[in-house]
């Protein structure tokens, strides 16, 4: 047998030498590209902030972060995708409210307990977009129109289940109307529809309808907001409209659950420095996104709170399975 001052000097060792493995992993980390991956299709608000997200985070990470959409289900496949990754850091998701919603329609099995959060970036609410040429000009008489007419008002979605859907949803059980729920792979699918007149409306994010407002294509009849919205200054909220209704989405990076908390770490530092961008900032405004920056711990809390609302709000609305 060993000397008790040998075993103990190689037990010392050893602790040191694992202590040291998360350090240096932390240390190295990224080595190559870490790939993004937002679950809606390209050129909506979740990927504008995705992309302007990669591009300001060159500075804070001394590797790039590539945007890759993987859309479907209501944002289920491209969060299944990297659920199940390797917890490595490696492959990351833009987490939306969709993720506190979609489970509880029966969508999907994942729930935002299959992700770690590292950090929200932007907080929007819904709102009701027609097109420029729609003979409704106040949020009344598209509201009158839609109950004249159960089940003839087009309102497109970005996918059943999705945030857009259940605001709409939720308009119904406030108003005593009736949609035709038109699902589509994301915002800007749906703003496309809309712009061809294959559908009467949306109700998606003032920063997905922001462009072809301000280029006279569309108008917004209203924002399902508790305050009116920069940018829409002249739109006025729902409650200001009688109608008692605050419903919108949040953005954030997420990763698998069990990566690393160094790994986590350095993500949570780069995301904190990357939101105080300027570039950032300004590419936000431009858009219209709300800035609404939160750190791992707030965003996780936000979350849960989001899932519970949204659990009971679709029991209540009896869209559950």
């Known amino acids: 047998m060993k000397p008790l001052a040998f075993r103990l000097g190689c037990g010392i060792a050893l602790t040191a030498a694992c202590l040291a493995v ?51 289900a209501s944002g289920s496949i491209g969060w299944a995708d990297v659920a199940n990754a390797k917890a490595d850091g490696y492959k990351l998701s833009l987490l939306t ?61 970005a996918g059943n289940g999705s945030i857009w859907h259940l605001a709409a949803a939720a308009l119904e059980d406030k108003t005593g109307t009736k949609f035709n729920h038109i699902p589509f792979q994301g915002g800007n699918p749906a703003v496309l529809a809309l712009l061809g007149g294959h559908i009467d409306a949306v109700t998606v994010s003032p920063a997905e309808v922001y462009a072809y407002v301000s280029a006279g294509k569309l108008k917004t009849l209203a924002v399902m907001a508790d305050q009116r919205v920069k940018g829409f200054e002249n739109v006025p909220t729902l409650k200001e409209r009688k ?45 219209n996104l709300g800035f609404a920056y939160a750190d791992q711990d707030e965003f996780r809390a936000a979350i849960a709170k989001d899932d519970a609302y949204f659990k009971a709000l679709i029991a209540r609305l009896g869209l559950n399975p």
């Open 97 to 157: 409210a969709d993720l506190t919603i979609v489970p509880h329609l029966g969508l999907t099995k994942l729930t935002y307990e299959n992700f770690m959060p590292v950090a929200r970036l932007n907080a929007d609410p819904s709102a009701i977009t027609v097109r420029s040429d729609s003979p409704y000009t106040t949020v009344e008489q598209f509201l009158d129109a839609a109950r004249k007419n159960p089940g003839g008002m087009r309102v497109g979605n």
């Open 243 to 287: 109608v008692d209704l605050s419903i919108g989405t949040w953005r954030g990076i997420g990763a698998p659950k069990g990566t690393p908390p160094e790994v986590i770490s350095v993500l949570r530092t780069a995301a904190a420095k990357t939101a105080a961008e300027p570039a950032l900032r300004e590419m936000m405004d431009k858009q």
């Open 22 to 72: 998360p350090v240096a992993h932390a240390q190295s980390y990224p080595t190559h590209s870490v790939e993004l991956v937002v679950p809606f299709q390209a050129g909506g608000g979740t990927d504008a902030l995705a992309r302007a997200f990669a591009e300001s985070a060159r500075k804070h990470l001394p590797q790039s972060v590539i945007v890759v959409n993987k859309p479907g």
